[in-house]
């Protein structure tokens, strides 16, 4: 159970230790190995009455102390393994000084054992025990964290799965819990701290003069107009690898956690991305994946052979590795600044090559809100731009090569023609000059193909595509009626496309396939197929200078209205991200689906990454209770991303 | 399944035919809006309708369509003149950027001047999307090609109101109304967007190498509050070693934060030197400009009378992600001559100063730099008559800090 290393552990990571120096000045840190591989399985606990004790421990990542909260002695928590159709009793035992929580991430339980402070209960006091108490009623992959101040980042979370009470339609031979998460040794409030004080303190990797000399990175005249907008396009991650070390189940790069596999197999990876921070690229190189499972819930199975996750997502995957080789699993940082290492391999000790970082991205025009506007054909002259006016440079962070010209015939998703309504202020004689082969396509600017990606019921969002007054001001509450103006709003996307098609940042050149929203189709039809009574907009805003983020420009700590809705009502919601970072939403108590054109099979989730100068649309059912509803990177929530959604019956609802 | 299967081996055929491709004109597309744009033939629709619904029997299997995807190498530029008009990265697809393909595509850019023409009888103008390979768009709803109704969230929403919040929380049923009340503010509101933070910052503290005796001099900021309401205690000054401190200042000062950037303080200043001190009432604004200048401006009145001004300029330069480079102004302004003080009216004083620091730790980050002081006007007609220096270049060694 402890994951304080017996006796003979300690000695072979002396020895490796030691091997690992001789060829430290050749490998990277993170491949520097401190152990052959640790093919140890997660602690595991199942029942119908469990125990969890939450307490302050010390936990060995890759050879180094570290102060943690584990429970039951283990980081991650252990794997609580369910079936459905059961009864569950949690006690959790806080021996802690301090209050504690549980939150079943992906769960659906009543809502008063949902484990939010403040919103279902009012938390797990120190040095006492709280029991919890539900029926089971889903399957699949989930995860349970502390919805307590900063505790989730010093390992407060854990793995649950949940077999189904029917046969699986998954087939596998084996499987494997892959719990990737993010950990500093030094205290998460430094790190908050650190953030409020000097957003950009974590980021190394930021453009300087050097790199600008070198040819690296944006060109001068882009980071002068990036410059006047306030803007760093290197601001991918907040927290990154220079204060984080990655783990894999608890353990470090170099500790390489090993799963094993015998050479054919079908193995089923329960990927959960339990960071606090970090959205994860992950891959295996030399062996695809094929996804079978999204937030714990099947979808019919796509080859990929990477995929982006934020935190709190989780994907199922199978691999079937062919060969009597190692493998390496990679959960590499968004922003390159790190990775996650894990080894896949038909006996423990074995490791496979691990390939360096990749060159980090850049946030690009898409990625700050104008993914609406055809830059390449715009005539500048005729346009208000406002801050980045004339920047015909500056266009160049658009990414052409993404689009891939010329190379496959890959899927449009959601093009959707007919939603095409290029705005009221679209004249006949705007749409005359339409001329897309040259630069001179200025009254037809807005014109965008990619916009034509919106799904199919949100051609609204094209309204901002007035031909004739077209403003392109990065802060102009008119794109945005719902948002409260103040210095909490650092940007207003002035025209944000529907990105769930897109892999994810930093993803749309790497060579193979990539996962997206759109390849995800639910196996089961949707058990809830009506349409929307109506829409909810609701906007992701946040001020990079100050550290504050919020909905709609106001911070939970603000008492912002709840998000209102009736028990059993169909309402789509739409997130608008007005910030030049992704933030993956999660509501509590329900399973949304996506809009992306997939009808009555659309993917259903509990947290989805919305990109940033993106919009995501879902469809919920309201389930009666008061719920939390927040972005899941731990020190956005701390910082005020987070509301209360307020599920009443129609008689007890408020006229 | 067998059919699917048969349906994706199909789509390449289709696609490297611009015969079939043909039928995807844009006249298909009754809700693509485009005032203006004048489609005179519907005709030709009716009879490419059986070769769109193809297609559209394989979106509701999606993962054929990466299927498809990789089954489709043998799709050339010659067979299809919009080959490179990949529709994959269209999300944000830029029509300018395809001038990249140009040799390959005779109607590279997309060119839209022609679409009034499209859709008219002319089998060329059809062609000029014959590339458009709508038949790999699972997502792609084309009224004309699904006849069935939408489904699940492929559906509008309609516009019914939204129930109001109602007042109470559910959970006081359960726990207790006390509780839960003590848990909104404590473990809510607090923790989320509530706290309070705090910094001390001295951009300046250092020693100055100059001719005349070496001195030292400090700029230094500390703030607690929230992320609007903050009070501010800002204090600089200088001296040379060995003889009396020249200047000295203290501020306390009330700081709201106007907008993403920009606060406006005010409080009050007080002169601890030079002799006789002084007391100010003072109003500025402190913030970050466009570029990434750091800017702070204030205006000061004296308890007699007098009206002081000052502004002040930084820009950190990242050399590397370890060294940054700043250069920095400072500028103080007087509105009369303040004989007392030693003070004359118009620019008083000007400082420049270019540091070099490194941020091993970006909270302890030494720097060395210069730094260029020089007197103005009658406030160095002072000074001279007081037989003191009125500027000069020093070098100086310190340590940007803040906790």
């Known amino acids: 159970m402890s994951r304080v290393l017996d006796r003979r552990q300690m000695l072979r990571g002396a020895g490796l230790a030691g091997g690992g120096l001789a060829l430290s000045a050749y490998m990277p840190a993170w491949a520097q190995p401190v152990s052959a591989g640790i093919a140890k399985p997660l602690p595991t606990v199942s029942g119908a009455d469990i125990t969890l004790k939450v307490a302050h421990q010390m936990m060995m990542i890759d050879g180094r102390q570290s102060h943690a909260i584990g429970i039951n002695g283990t980081v991650p928590a252990p794997l609580i393994r369910l079936r459905e159709g059961q009864n569950v009793r949690l006690h959790v035992v806080n021996e802690l000084d301090e209050e504690t929580s549980i939150h079943w991430h992906g769960l659906l339980v009543p809502f008063q054992m949902d484990g939010v402070p403040g919103i279902a209960f009012p938390g797990i006091p120190a040095r006492s025990t709280f029991t919890y108490e539900f029926p089971i009623i889903q399957s699949g992959t989930y995860w349970y964290h502390s919805h307590s101040g900063l505790q989730e980042q010093e390992g407060h979370y854990g793995p649950i799965l949940i077999d189904p009470k029917n046969p699986d339609p998954v087939q596998f031979d084996r499987e494997h819990v892959v719990v990737l998460s993010d950990h500093s040794f030094h205290h998460p409030h430094y790190l908050f701290d650190r953030l409020k004080k000097e957003s950009g303190y974590f980021n190394r990797q930021r453009q300087t003069l050097a790199g600008l000399l070198n040819g690296k990175d944006q060109s001068l005249k882009e980071r002068l107009e990036w410059g006047k907008m306030r803007m760093d396009p290197a601001d991918v991650a907040d927290v990154t690898g220079s204060v984080y070390t990655y783990l894999v189940n608890g353990y470090g790069p170099k500790d390489n956690w090993t799963a094993l596999f015998k050479p054919g197999e079908r193995v089923r990876l329960r990927f959960i991305n339990a960071s606090s921070m970090t959205t994860f690229n992950v891959r295996i190189p030399g062996l695809p994946m094929t996804i079978v499972a999204a937030d714990g819930l099947n979808v019919r199975p796509v080859e990929i052979d990477e995929f982006q996750f934020g935190p709190a997502e989780t994907y199922d995957a199978i691999v079937t590795p062919p060969d009597l080789r190692a493998y390496t699993l990679v959960g590499e940082s968004v922003d390159r600044s790190g990775m996650a290492r894990a080894t896949l391999a038909p006996r423990e000790g074995m490791a496979a090559e691990v390939p360096p970082l990749r060159k980090r991205p850049l946030a690009t025009m898409k990625d700050m809100g104008m993914g609406g506007m055809d830059h390449g054909t715009m005539d500048h002259g005729a346009m208000n731009h406002g801050a980045i006016s004339g920047a015909a440079g500056s266009m160049a962070g658009m990414d052409h090569a993404a689009m891939g010209h010329g190379t496959s015939t890959d899927t449009m998703p959601g093009m959707d023609h007919s939603q095409m309504n290029h705005g009221a202020g679209a004249a006949a004689s705007g749409m005359a000059g339409m001329d897309h082969g040259q630069a001179q396509g200025g009254a037809m600017a807005g014109m965008d193909h990619g916009s034509g990606a919106m799904p199919a019921t949100n051609g609204d969002q094209m309204a901002g595509m007035d031909m004739g007054g077209m403003s392109h001001s990065m802060r102009d509450f008119s794109n945005a009626p719902e948002v409260k103006k103040g210095p909490g709003v650092q940007t207003i996307s002035p025209m944000p496309v529907d990105r769930t098609g897109d892999p994810g940042q930093g993803l749309e050149n790497v060579g193979h396939r990539v996962l997206t929203y759109r390849d995800l189709m639910a196996l089961d039809r949707n058990p809830d197929t009506r349409a929307p009574e109506r829409e909810i907009k609701l906007h992701l805003t946040g001020n990079m200078e100050r550290y504050m983020w919020g909905f709609d420009g106001e911070k939970l700590s603000e008492n912002p209205d709840p998000i209102t809705l009736l028990h059993g009502e169909r309402v789509r919601v739409t997130l608008i991200n007005d910030t030049m970072m992704g933030h993956p939403i999660h509501i509590h108590g329900h399973f949304f689906e996506l809009v992306t054109g997939k009808g009555d099979h659309a993917p259903r989730k509990h947290t989805v990454m919305v990109q940033p100068g993106g919009t995501v649309s879902w469809d919920v059912t309201g389930e009666e209770g008061d719920w939390a509803f927040h972005c899941h990177m731990l020190y956005h929530m701390h910082a005020g991303m987070m509301r209360v959604v307020q599920v009443r019956k129609a008689g007890e609802a408020a006229a | ?403």
């Open chain 2, 1 to 403: 399944m067998i059919r699917a299967l048969l349906l994706a081996g199909l789509a390449p055929l289709c696609l490297a035919a611009p015969a079939f491709a043909q039928s995807m004109d844009h006249s298909m597309m009754p809700g693509m809006k485009m005032p203006g744009m004048t489609m005179p033939a519907k005709k030709p629709a009716a009879k490419a309708k059986p070769t769109a619904k193809k297609p559209a029997i394989k979106r509701k299997a999606p993962v054929r369509s990466t299927a498809a995807r990789r089954t489709q190498p043998a799709r050339t530029p010659d067979a299809d003149p919009h080959a490179g008009h990949d529709m994959s990265g269209m999300q944000g697809m830029d029509m300018g950027g395809q001038q990249a393909t140009p040799a390959q595509d005779p109607h590279t850019g997309h060119d839209m001047s022609a679409m009034p023409g499209m859709g008219a009888s002319t089998g060329a103008a059809q062609d000029a999307h014959a590339g458009h390979d709508m038949s790999a768009m699972p997502g792609m709803a084309m009224p004309g090609d699904q006849p069935a109704a939408k489904v699940g969230t492929d559906l509008p929403p309609g516009n019914k109101p939204a129930p109001a919040p109602a007042g109470d929380h559910l959970a006081d049923r359960f726990w207790g109304a006390d509780a839960m009340a003590n848990s909104r503010e404590n473990d809510l509101r607090r923790e989320h967007g509530g706290m309070t933070v705090y910094q001390i910052l001295f951009n300046l503290a250092e020693y100055q190498a100059r001719k005349g005796g070496d001195g030292y001099r400090w700029d230094g900021e500390a703030w607690i509050g929230g992320d609007i309401n903050r009070f501010t205690l800002k204090t600089e000054g200088e001296g040379t070693f060995g003889k009396p401190l020249e200047q000295a200042e203290v501020q306390a000062l009330y700081s709201r934060a106007l907008d993403p950037y920009w606060n406006l303080q005010a409080g009050v200043r007080h002169d601890l030197k030079p002799n006789p001190s002084r007391t100010y009432a003072t109003v500025g604004i402190e913030g970050l400009a466009p570029g990434w200048f750091e800017v702070e401006g204030a205006l000061f009145l004296s308890d007699k009378g007098g009206v002081l001004g000052r502004a002040e300029g930084y820009y950190d330069q990242r050399i590397t992600n370890w060294f940054v480079l700043q250069p920095r102004v400072e500028a103080n302004f007087s509105a009369q001559d303040v004989p007392e003080t030693g003070t004359g009216s118009g620019l008083t004083d000007l400082e420049a100063g270019l540091r070099l620091r490194y941020e091993g730790r970006r909270e302890f980050a030494p720097y060395i730099g210069v730094s260029w002081e020089r007197q103005f006007g009658d406030t160095a007609r002072f000074t001279r008559a007081r037989g003191d220096n009125t500027g000069g270049f020093s070098f100086v060694a310190g340590v940007r800090t803040w906790f």
